[in-house]
T-cell receptor, first 114, second 115 residues
Framework: GENVEQHPSTLSVQEGDSAVIKCTYSDSASNYFPWYKQELGKGPQLIIDIRSNVGEKKDQRIAVTLNKTAKHFSLHITETQPEDSAVYFCAASTSFGSNYQLIWGAGTKLIIKP | DTEVTQTPKHLVMGMTNKKSLKCEQHMGHRAMYWYKQKAKKPPELMFVYSYEKLSINESVPSRFSPECPNSSLLNLHLHALQPEDSALYLC??????????????FGQGTRLTVV
């Protein structure tokens, strides 16, 4: 079955610097890759996603890249701000019979140092 | 509006109690999900409803009983829970369950404590 690995588990960066979180997946049939941000005590919030027919997508300070050949995708946050501190999860959508499910990475705790 | 609303936000219940968690969305989504999340872990899928029919039950114990009264509402009935069931319970919805339709929006969760 699908397996999603996420690295690093903790990332500490200086405010204003960039942060990169990487995920690899095992099922070459996976076709949808969302990223979620989860703040303490809240539910996961979808911040950006990418579909398998696209290599890169940007939304202001956030970008996601997908390398289907290598089966990995990455989240890039530029000009980090204190409010970017949170746990970030990657996921991959894979089929189970007639349904698709999200398989989640283990999460990355991002700490923005002032 | 990409809002999924869950009530209550917090719940403390005894092991002999019966309680229900509620979830509501008005995005016209036809798939709704219950997830369980333990501290410092990703969400774990429990149940999936597609077009108001239960399509996935991830081998969840029978003390958790889901219900989908209509396409906008999802309930999770709880009975005879154990302390290890204490967790954040998340509801989510998506347009469908096929491929790219799995863009899922989550509620804020119910923090459940079983005493």
């Amino acid at each position: 079955g699908e397996n999603v690995e996420q690295h690093p588990s903790t990332l500490s960066v200086q405010e204003g610097d960039s942060a990169v979180i990487k995920c690899t997946y095992s099922d070459s049939a996976s076709n949808y890759f969302p990223w979620y941000k989860q703040e303490l005590g809240k539910g996961p919030q979808l911040i950006i996603d990418i579909r398998s027919n696209v290599g890169e997508k940007k939304d202001q300070r956030i970008a996601v890249t997908l390398n289907k050949t290598a089966k990995h995708f990455s989240l890039h946050i530029t000009e980090t701000q204190p409010e970017d501190s949170a746990v970030y999860f990657c996921a991959a959508s894979t089929s189970f019979g007639s349904n698709y499910q999200l398989i989640w990475g283990a999460g990355t705790k991002l700490i923005i140092k002032p | 509006d990409t809002e999924v609303t869950q009530t209550p936000k917090h719940l403390v219940m005894g092991m002999t109690n019966k309680k229900s968690l509620k979830c509501e969305q008005h995005m016209g989504h036809r798939a709704m999900y219950w997830y369980k999340q333990k501290a410092k872990k990703p969400p774990e899928l429990m149940f999936v409803y597609s077009y108001e029919k239960l399509s996935i039950n991830e081998s969840v114990p029978s003390r958790f009983s889901p219900e989908c009264p209509n396409s906008s509402l999802l309930n999770l009935h709880l009975h005879a829970l154990q302390p290890e069931d204490s967790a954040l319970y998340l509801c989510a919805s998506s347009r469908g369950t096929g491929g790219w339709n799995t863009e899922a929006f989550f509620g804020q969760g119910t923090r459940l404590t079983v005493v």
